[in-house]
T-cell receptor, first 115, second 113 residues
Framework: DSGVTQTPKHLITATGQRVTLRCSPR?????VYWYQQSLDQGLQFLIQ???????AKGNILERFSAQQFPDLHSELNLSSLELGDSALYFC??????????????FGPGTRLTVL | AQTVTQSQPEMSVQEAETVTLSCTYD???????LFWYKQPPSRQMILVIR??????QNATENRFSVNFQKAAKSFSLKISDSQLGDAAMYFC??????????FGKGTKLSVKP
């Protein structure tokens, strides 16, 4: 158990819908990262928050957004869902924000299926 | 931009034998870390080993060790005395100044009894 929690574990929805994925980082970790793992794209970095502020952006679609709340939990919002958004979404947390020595602890992931 | 390449989509090893997984990377950064993550069928991402780019000594964690060739931008993972529980997807990753990880496509390792 990494100490990072993600809810829900599984999510099944229809095209065009909007969903919210939730992540609680390990106690004391200020940074949260979101990654998408799909069959065709592999593991891709989406976005990072550090202590409530956006720190870095990766291959995140405009239909996707995220935020980190004062209690440091984070939510990833996916809207106008398409079939290709079906993937495993990971949240990871780390103690600091911009440091190459950045051991990230991964949550169990949320499996999103868009029908 | 950083890139990570794993050229072996699948590998197989006999139990108790040794196997090496390959990884090459490209980066413009001078200070970075490299990681190997394991993803078993449970899908949990587990850190196996990490290497600091400025350290010449190769990292070792029990049966896992790396061969880090900085000039060649190569970072291979050696698993000794392979066990059935080592069967998983293995991902090589680059961690740079931004903090986020850039992953390779992964290598699926099978262990034969």
């Amino acid at each position: 158990d990494s100490g990072v929690t993600q809810t829900p574990k599984h999510l099944i929805t229809a095209t065009g819908q909007r969903v919210t994925l939730r992540c609680s980082p390990r106690s004391g970790d200020l940074s949260v990262y979101w990654y998408q793992q799909s069959l065709d794209q592999g593991l891709q970095f989406l976005i990072q928050y550090y202590n409530g502020e956006e720190r870095a952006k990766g291959n995140i679609l405009e239909r996707f957004s995220a935020q980190q709340f004062p209690d440091l939990h984070s939510e990833l919002n996916l809207s106008s869902l398409e079939l290709g958004d079906s993937a495993l979404y990971f949240c990871a947390s780390s103690r600091v924000g911009s440091d190459p020595y950045n051991e990230q602890f991964f949550g169990p992931g949320t499996r999103l299926t868009v029908l | 931009a950083q890139t990570v390449t794993q050229s072996q989509p699948e590998m197989s090893v006999q139990e108790a034998e040794t196997v090496t997984l390959s990884c090459t990377y490209d980066t413009s950064e001078s200070d970075y870390y490299l990681f190997w993550y394991k993803q078993p069928p449970s899908r949990q991402m587990i850190l196996v080993i990490r290497q600091e780019a400025y350290k010449q000594q190769n990292a070792t964690e029990n049966r896992f060790s790396v061969n880090f060739q900085k000039a060649a931008k190569s970072f291979s993972l050696k698993i000794s005395d392979s066990q059935l529980g080592d069967a998983a997807m293995y991902f090589c990753a680059h961690g740079g100044s931004q903090g986020n990880l850039i992953f390779g496509k992964g290598t699926k390792l099978s262990v034969k009894p």
